[in-house]
């Protein structure tokens, strides 16, 4: 399913469930913007019911040159990861990218408190997808992907804000990520 979009939890008849739970795991949460985090949120409550709960993985905000560092990383992996997304429009779309022409680029934007990556034209080209004519100035990006990070208190503002109290909240040993057990309160009359 799209999580995008509202999900129907099945009914299991003859099954008597008290509370229902939904599990948001590996940070997905962060590739959404502010807004749209709050929506998936409140689709969320409204999955659960009041008294369900919400367990929750959430990047925690860090060093900037750390994550900057964590988005290019010396072995490339993240950027054979950007690029390989131009290989699929290639193979999946028909587009004609020459992969060579692009690099990856990735940082970290303070005031909006996430990691952009993008892939950067190397060169004045020209592109074909699906018989759709792109021109690529040098030095111009596509925008490939967000990832937001939180403090704890920012995210749990968030999730107030869509109808979840904070319950337990977990946090690794490097202080990387954070892990939110919450619970759904009742919507306020």
């Not at 469930?17 to 929506?39: C, D, H, M, W």
């Not at 409140?42 to 905000?61: F, H, N, S, T």
């Amino acid at each position: 399913a799209d999580y995008t979009r509202p999900l129907t939890l099945p009914e299991f008849v003859g099954v008597p469930i008290r509370k229902k739970a939904v599990y948001f795991p590996a940070s997905a949460i962060g590739n959404l913007t502010a807004q749209a985090a709050l929506e998936i949120l409140r689709q969320a409550r409204r999955m659960v019911g009041a008294g369900g709960a919400l367990l929750i993985v959430v990047d925690l905000k860090n060093d900037k040159l750390a994550l900057a560092a964590a988005y290019n990383d010396a072995a490339g992996v993240t950027a054979a990861l950007n690029l390989n997304l131009l290989a699929r429009i290639n193979r999946e779309l028909g587009g004609d990218f020459q992969l060579p022409r692009f690099r990856h680029r990735a940082f970290y934007d303070e005031d909006r408190g996430w990691i952009e990556m993008h892939l950067e034209s190397l060169a004045s080209q020209l592109v074909h997808v699906g018989g759709t004519r792109f021109r690529f100035n040098q030095g111009e990006t596509i925008l490939t992907e967000i990832s937001c990070k939180y403090s704890i208190e920012e995210f749990q503002a968030a999730a107030l804000g869509a109808g979840f109290a904070p319950g337990q909240t977990w946090i690794d040993a490097a202080k990387l990520f954070s892990v939110h057990g919450m619970i759904a309160v009742q919507p306020r009359s």
